[in-house]
């Protein structure tokens, strides 16, 4: 499956954006999607993930904040971001990986087991 994201930009204190991850492809088959951000000179973490059919869980740095939801218009998932802070900052990325290519739960896949990953959007929080 190949993904695109898109809705990052500039934003204010306490604002929102919607990211949205647009998949082509094999998108017949269920997928455990994630999202991931990284800040100018740090690791790249995980916000949070989502498995098809599933219930998202997100990461403690934003929850309550964010949420993970699928697009079922574009087949891919959403990343609704509520309260923004300045560092919530950073290019964030999606990731898919057909359920059938792990074991265990789509909330413990690690980076390294996602299979597809879009190019990145850009979100910038401004104090």
């Known amino acids: 499956v190949q993904l695109m994201e898109s809705g990052g930009g500039s934003v204010q204190t306490g604002g929102s954006l919607r990211l949205s991850c647009a998949a082509s492809?094999?998108?017949?088959?269920?997928?455990?999607w994630g999202w991931f951000r990284q800040a100018w000179g740090k690791e790249r973490e995980k916000v949070g993930s989502?498995?098809?059919?599933?219930?998202?869980r997100h990461a403690d740095s934003v929850r309550g904040r964010f949420t993970i939801s699928k697009d079922y218009a574009g087949g891919g998932v959403l990343l609704q971001m509520n309260s923004l802070k300045p560092e919530d900052t950073a290019t964030y990325y999606c990731?898919?990986?057909?359920?059938?290519?792990?074991?265990?739960?789509?909330?413990?896949?690690?980076?390294?087991?996602?299979?597809?990953w879009g190019q990145g959007t850009a979100v910038t929080v401004s104090s």
């Open positions: 492809g094999s998108t017949s088959s269920t997928y455990c």
């Open positions: 989502l498995r098809d059919g599933g219930i998202p």
């Open positions: 990731a898919a990986v057909a359920t059938s290519q792990y074991t265990g739960l789509c909330s413990s896949v690690s980076q390294d087991q996602f299979t597809s």
